[in-house]
């Protein structure tokens, strides 16, 4: 390559290569050339990738990997395979949580994990509560889909009621049942 940035009279000297390369520093690098992944490296990289991504490992993402795919044109994972990264996941985090983590990082699991449980105990409290009320009011008639001027009763219409015309309202709970009203508020039925 440098003989061809030669003149035709000039003769070869390391001299001349010298000043060459000092004279177009940019077209020429000497980096150290990048060994090719084996064949166990490139099929655990495409499986961290699929993991990463919750894509199936199957052949055919594998060779769209070797070709450096859109990752919209893989196959998703299957179900088994989800739920196999999904348990991969949380073992590798109790793993941190039990060998890595900090204090503070442990209080701040702690207390995630508390409001997240809590959160969920309140619904579920709430919806047992409803399930109670619905089955002691079984006695109430059904709640109408529409009104007597065939305005729909649905949670709008109910909360517009409570503000608006609260009388009307209190009578719709006592000749319904305060289990079938809540029921249309959240929209069970």
């Given at each position: 390559?440098?003989?061809?940035?030669?003149?035709?009279?000039?003769?070869?000297?390391?001299?001349l290569y010298v000043m060459l390369a000092e004279q177009f520093p940019t077209r020429f690098t000497w980096?150290?050339?990048?060994?090719?992944?084996?064949?166990?490296?490139?099929?655990?990289a495409f499986d961290a990738f699929a993991h990463d991504n919750?894509?199936?490992?199957?052949e055919a993402n594998f060779q769209l990997f070797k070709q450096s795919a859109d990752?919209?044109?893989?196959?998703t994972a299957s179900e088994l395979e989800a739920t196999t990264y999904a348990h991969e996941v949380a073992q590798a985090r109790q793993k941190f949580l039990i060998h890595d983590a900090?204090?503070?990082?442990?209080?701040?699991?702690?207390?995630?994990?508390?409001?997240?449980?809590?959160?969920a105990a309140v619904h579920a409290e709430a919806h047992r509560r409803h399930q109670f009320v619905l089955g002691q009011q079984q006695h109430y008639p059904v709640l109408p889909a529409t009104n007597g001027i065939g305005?729909?009763?649905?949670?709008?219409?109910?909360?517009?009621l409570s503000?608006?015309?609260?009388?009307?309202?209190?009578?719709?709970?006592?000749?319904?049942?305060?289990?079938?009203?809540?029921?249309?508020?959240?929209?069970?039925?």
């Open positions: 390559m440098l003989e061809s940035l030669l003149n035709p009279a000039e003769d070869p000297s390391p001299r980096d150290t050339p990048q060994a090719q992944p084996t064949k166990e490296e490139r099929r655990a919750n894509l199936s490992t199957c990752t919209g044109k893989f196959a900090t204090l503070s990082e442990l209080k701040a699991e702690a207390a995630y994990q508390s409001q997240t449980e809590r959160d305005e729909t009763i649905d949670a709008a219409y109910l909360r517009k503000t608006v015309n609260y009388p009307l309202f209190k009578k719709l709970v006592q000749k319904h049942g305060s289990g079938n009203v809540t029921s249309r508020l959240r929209g069970e039925n």
